[in-house]
């Protein structure tokens, strides 16, 4: 299962041992900066609801404001990890617990909608008559795809951040500074920023392009995020070529 900790501004990771008279309980500073999750999230929340706002009687499904209720949460999640403070084990557990609940909910929440609007592609509803409504539903539901799949990729290789800061070798993803470390800096670690790197490309390519998945759940995973994408790009496209002509 994915590991997640309280993100920090720190240099690197630290353990810390308990003060003197008790068992020693492990404390963790966690030095991968927390504000390129937070920001990405902010950029798809204001795309989500400006594009709820400007189609008010074209919503998908009945859940329009499902994804930034679950986006939101997150938000708060992420934001709720001090970062000038050490974060205990109990702390640092709770966190990794509400944080992958809340990323396995919008990637689930992601694929809903994007099935909603395939459903909606084949029964000919009002937001997909007009090309430029329809690409525009379509590029959230693509971006929203990518952004949850990067932030599950982001949690679930090697446990997660706090792990990775711990090993040196790739479990889930290998990526180009790991498999050839003359081309990284010492020390190099993937942070959040090369997943989401990694979910939009899979989404692009429909396969892997400069990270290579190792283990039976990253494949699978990234299989579900690029067949997904596959058929909702060719669905939306053709259907807006046909609206356009």
């Known amino acids: 299962m994915p590991r997640f900790g309280a993100l920090d501004d720190s240099p690197e990771a630290t353990d810390i041992a308990a003060p003197k008279g008790g068992d ?3 404390e963790i500073r966690f030095g991968e900066p ?10 798809f929340m204001g795309l989500n609801i400006g594009l709820r706002l400007w189609l008010p009687q074209d919503r998908l499904g009945d859940v329009p404001w499902l994804l930034p209720g679950i986006e ?10 001090d970062p000038g403070s050490v ?9 990794h617990r509400v944080v992958v609940v809340l990323v396995v909910l919008l990637v689930l929440g992601a694929l809903l909608v994007t099935a909603l609007l ?46 990775r800061a711990r090993q040196s070798r790739p479990t889930d993803f290998a990526f180009t500074q790991q498999l050839s470390p003359e081309l990284a800096p010492s020390g190099w670690r993937p942070v959040f920023l090369d997943y989401l790197h990694l979910g939009f490309t899979n989404a692009t390519a429909f396969s892997p392009t ?6 039976h759940r990253a494949k699978y995973t990234m299989l579900v995020q690029s067949t997904v994408a596959l058929a909702l790009v060719g669905l939306v496209v053709a259907r807006a070529v046909n609206a356009f002509t």
């Open 24 to 26: 020693p309980v492990q």
């Open 34 to 43: 927390r504000w390129p999750p937070v920001l990405a999230l902010l950029v």
């Open 72 to 81: 939101l949460l997150l938000l708060i999640a992420l934001l709720a990890a």
């Open 87 to 95: 974060a205990s084990r109990a702390r640092r557990a709770t966190l």
């Open 118 to 163: 395939i459903y909606h592609l084949i029964t000919g509803a009002k937001v997909t008559q007009a090309p430029g409504p329809l690409l525009a539903a379509g590029a959230l539901v693509w971006l929203g795809n990518n952004l949850a799949f990067g932030m599950l990729y982001w949690l679930m290789d090697s446990g997660g951040p706090i792990m």
């Open 210 to 215: 400069d990270v290579l998945p190792l283990t």
